[in-house]
């Protein structure tokens, strides 16, 4: 039987395989990071990094529910001058693309950050416009296209690396957003960061997490974000799609292909299935092509949409 090629080219990435980690899953350690790769990952994304140091919230931050994690974190991070050292530590054993995902309060600080993620080693930036539960950035910046091209914008003036913009499931049409994001010079759309989303103990009549608030994902938000894909696709931007969330297997990812994504991007799952979930999805990935008699992983991009 003929071979079936699993590589992508994702906006100049060379990617063996369409597989991603997801933002936040596994912080940003240069072993962390290699684990996952000897688990079959493609490329790395770290968690998001701001311009200055910020210590998140009080326990408890994620909790599971019947149907997903709930989290709201609230973006700790080390700052970027501090993460430098992270990101040069990893560049050096890494043998995938590494991208930083960045934040900031301001489209100058997405900027600033970006551009020091750069010159440390980032193969690629993703921008986090879409975190549902710290105020004044993530998706209250990718919530309104006008504030989100300027950070685009900004960033891509400051940098010479692929800029990926990751948006939120959060607003009425996020094909808009994705098209307005892309006119201004996004290079890949990851679709989709988590819902918002709340849990309440009826035993002590409080919220769980001390933000009340955060984000679900797992399985229980793929169907959004499958149709989110659709959704951007259907818009035909002319920049590839990277599908994310509640992605456990090959199926899964077979889906997301089916609905326009170029990659995809696991997060959650790696908490139930370890870091050989990337390997696994691959394989059969691989399998399903082969079955199907498709030569390339990039023949089933957007298929749903032709039948
Ligand atoms: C504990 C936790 C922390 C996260 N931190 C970040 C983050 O720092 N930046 C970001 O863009 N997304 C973050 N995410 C969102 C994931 O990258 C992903 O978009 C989402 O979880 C959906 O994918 P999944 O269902 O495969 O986990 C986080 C998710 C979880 C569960």
């Given at each position: 039987m003929e071979n079936v090629d699993l590589k992508v080219n994702l906006s100049g990435l060379y990617l063996k395989n369409p597989t991603m980690l997801a933002s936040?899953?596994?912080?940003?350690?240069a072993q962390t990071l290699e684990s996952i790769v000897e688990g079959g990952a493609a490329a790395v994304v770290t968690k998001s990094v701001g311009l200055k140091a910020r210590k998140g919230y009080?326990?408890?931050t994620v909790v599971q529910t019947s149907c997903g994690l709930i989290n709201?974190?609230?973006?700790p991070n080390p700052g970027i001058e501090e993460f430098t050292r992270d990101i040069r530590e990893a560049k050096a054993v890494l043998k995938v693309p590494l991208i930083v995902s960045v934040y900031g309060f301001s489209a100058e600080e997405y900027a600033i950050v970006a551009e020091k993620a750069v010159e440390a080693g980032a193969d690629a930036v993703e921008l986090n416009?879409?975190?549902?539960?710290?105020?004044?950035t993530g998706a209250e910046i990718g919530q309104k296209p006008e504030v989100l091209a300027e950070v685009v914008r900004k960033v891509k003036s400051a940098v010479e690396k692929p800029v990926f913009v990751k948006l939120s499931?959060?607003?009425?049409?996020i094909g808009e957003i994705a098209e307005e994001a892309v006119k201004a010079g996004a290079d890949a759309i990851t679709a989709i960061n988590t819902v918002k989303a709340m849990t309440i103990?009826?035993?002590?009549?409080?919220?769980?997490?001390s933000n009340r608030k955060g984000g679900l994902s797992g399985p229980a938000i793929k169907p959004i974000a499958v149709r989110c894909v659709y959704e951007i696709y259907e818009r035909m931007v002319k920049a590839p799609i990277i599908g994310c969330g509640g992605i456990t297997s090959w199926q899964d990812a077979v889906e997301f292909m089916l609905a326009g994504a170029t990659t995809i991007q696991i997060g959650t799952a790696i908490a139930t299935k370890g870091p050989n979930v990337f390997k696994a999805v691959t394989r059969g990935l691989k399998a399903y092509l082969k079955r199907k008699g498709?030569?390339?992983?990039?023949?089933?991009?957007?298929l749903a949409h032709k039948s």
């Open positions: 936040g899953i596994l912080g940003y350690s009080a326990n408890p709201a974190v609230g973006l416009v879409s975190c549902p539960h710290v105020k004044e499931p959060n607003v009425t049409d103990d009826i035993e002590t009549t409080k919220p769980v997490l498709f030569r390339s992983v990039t023949e089933i991009v957007g």
